[in-house]
């Protein structure tokens, strides 16, 4: 039989969600200073004293709401990560499957996960979550090159997850169409892991003869 203390903690369960979830949906539209006790409270549909009942600040709310929308992306990319592709993956089909991504995340959610990784990465308590969510992307990237036969590729993902994240940046101004962005990004990567497979030797022999004066 469930008790009333039981049906209490869950229904605070429940409204600390919400609240978190109208936080980072007030966050995603106009910055932290759209987060207010106010605002949050009427997003979540609950009560104005709501807020402060549960978080002591506003600045607690927002750190939290951070908090937990990163890590519940790190599990998302964790999970991946651990997914066996059995369809056949291919470099030659990157740009269609960026492009793919791209139709489905438009530049407007980059801004907004840029956003929101960036103030966590600024804020000295979040510093570890965004860490680690940093973490578990470079190791999607890995078991994606794993698939493609590129091992081992540790500071390759590092390189490719760096272009995805200036990608999403240059998404924000419009320079380039989607589908440019698309085969500017695919591009980059397959340069990567070209000078990857060659091996350094080969590379540092390509740059050396740029510098040899022609004769």
């Known amino acids: ?15 600390r969600g919400q609240l ?17 006790h106010r605002a949050v409270a009427a997003r979540a549909g609950l009560p104005s004293a709501t807020t402060t009942y549960y978080f002591e600040s506003i600045d607690d709310l927002i750190r939290e709401a951070l908090s937990a929308h990163i890590v519940q992306w790190t599990t998302e990319l964790d999970a991946l990560a651990k997914v066996d592709i059995e369809a056949e993956v291919r470099l030659d089909d990157a740009v269609r499957l960026i492009a793919k991504v791209f139709s489905q995340r438009g530049p407007e959610v980059a801004a907004v996960e840029l956003s929101i990784f960036l103030t966590a990465a600024r804020e000295p308590a979040l510093r570890d979550v965004a860490s680690r969510a940093m973490q578990s992307l470079e190791a999607l990237a890995s078991a994606l090159l794993a698939k493609v036969g590129v ?15 200036g990608t999403a940046l240059r998404r ?18 397959r340069d ?16 050396a003869s740029l510098r040899e004066d022609p004769e």
């Open 151 to 165: 091992e081992p590729a540790g500071h390759l993902a590092v390189s490719i997850v760096t272009l995805i994240g």
């Open 172 to 189: 924000q101004t419009g320079v380039y169409s989607e589908k440019e962005e698309a085969q500017l990004l695919t591009a980059a990567i």
């Open 192 to 207: 990567l892991i070209a000078a990857h497979v060659l091996g350094t030797d080969h590379v540092d022999e390509a740059l």
């Open 1 to 15: 039989m469930v008790t009333r203390a039981q049906l209490s903690q869950e229904r605070s369960r429940v409204r």
């Open 20 to 36: 978190l979830a109208a936080a980072i949906e007030l966050f995603a539209e106009g910055g932290s200073r759209a987060v207010t």
